[in-house]
Nanobody
Framework: VQLQASGGGSVQPGGSLTLTCTVS???????MSWYRQAPGKEREGVSC????????YYRDSVKGRFTISKDNVKNTVLLQMNSVNSDDTAKYYC??????????????????WGKGTQVTVSS
């Protein structure tokens, strides 16, 4: 199973960006999650979408601004990021596992990780 994150770049505060995670060797039928890690900080879960019922979960700081979705035909998972701010600057990773975790935005356990894509919010 391979996951490839793309779509990162530089964006101004208040702007939007869409990240794409392309899955190969499997399907997006399992839970999919986006994590991020800023320099000097621990990795944190951003959003998770359940593979069973499509329910979505977000960490508090991105609720109402980010939207996770998946396309079963294209085998991709998207993270639409709106109204970004400097706190969103980080390397973003997609991951997959059997279910979303009890902490919103995380997986219960991540089986596979993709290489990250950098998001930089700066004026």
């Amino acid at each position: 199973v391979q996951l490839q994150a793309s779509g990162g770049g530089s964006v101004q505060p208040g702007g939007s960006l869409t990240l794409t995670c392309t899955v190969s060797g499997s399907t997006v039928s399992e839970a999919m999650s986006w994590y991020r890690q800023a320099p000097g900080k621990e990795r944190e879960g951003v959003s998770c979408i359940s593979g069973i019922n499509g329910l979505t979960y977000y960490r508090d700081s991105v609720k109402g601004r980010f939207t996770i979705s998946k396309d079963n035909v294209k085998n991709t998972v998207l993270l639409q990021m709106n109204s970004v701010n400097s706190d969103d600057t980080a390397k973003y990773y997609c991951a997959t596992g059997p279910s979303c975790g009890s902490i919103p935005g995380t997986l219960y356990v991540a089986h596979y990780w993709g290489k990250g894509t950098q998001v930089t919010v700066s004026s």
